[in-house]
């Protein structure tokens, strides 16, 4: 279950990047003004991509785990 969730953790924020930065590029200069909600939305999804808990090791690890290689993983 602990796999799973880290796994839909983790594509969930990788979904929610590509929106906010279809929206960000999208608004162009807009976008970058300081006071925006989307210069804000933008510098707080990719402060969230930076998280430990959200990487790409998410994936190797769970794929182990789910393919029987390895019994559970610390990283997970």
Do not use: K, P, W
């Amino acid at each position: 279950m602990r796999c799973d969730m880290r796994m839909a953790a983790t594509f969930a924020t990788e979904a929610s990047r590509e929106i906010c930065e279809f929206t960000h590029l999208a608004a162009g200069t807009t976008a970058i003004r300081e006071g925006s909600r989307l210069e804000r939305s933008f510098r707080d999804m990719y402060t969230g991509t930076q998280h430990a808990f959200i990487n790409e090791r998410t994936y190797t690890e769970a794929a182990s785990v789910i393919l029987g290689l390895i019994e559970d993983s610390t990283a997970l």
